[in-house]
Nanobody, 119 residues
Framework: QVQLVESGGGLVQPGGSLRLSCVAS??????????MSWYRQAPGKQRELVAQ???????NYVDSVKGRFTISRDTSKNTVYLQMDNLKPEDTALYYC???????????WGQGTLVTVSS
């Protein structure tokens, strides 16, 4: 079973930056074999995919964060990061980490970390 623990959320002013971290653990879990993603859910809205890094290292972003957010991973630490720059009030949401691997039917979620962008 995979456990994901997010951290790094907080209150930041518009234009500011935050870096979210997601530490993965579990028997036989390998970060490089899973697609790792960051989702977010704002109040009253559906959860949306923000950024993903595939097992091969390809990166994908939702249009609204392109050029501002960067997803990366450190396989030695089993950790995925989301660097968020030039934050906007509309980025305010609960951010979740997800690990997915079809071959092992892995679809794990963290508990979320809250990001609030406000002056």
């Amino acid at each position: 079973q995979v456990q994901l623990v997010e951290s790094g959320g907080g209150l930041v002013q518009p234009g500011g930056s935050l870096r979210l971290s997601c530490v993965a653990s579990g028997a036989s879990f390998s970060l490089s074999l899973n697609a790792m993603s960051w989702y977010r859910q704002a109040p009253g809205k559906q959860r949306e995919l923000v950024a993903q890094i595939t097992s091969t290292g390809s990166r994908n972003y939702v249009d609204s964060v392109k050029g501002r957010f960067t997803i990366s991973r450190d396989t030695s630490k089993n950790t995925v990061y989301l660097q968020m720059d030039n934050l906007k009030p509309e980025d305010t949401a609960l951010y979740y980490c997800n690990a997915y691997r079809r071959a092992t039917m892995t679809n794990a979620w963290g508990q979320g970390t809250l990001v609030t962008v406000s002056s």
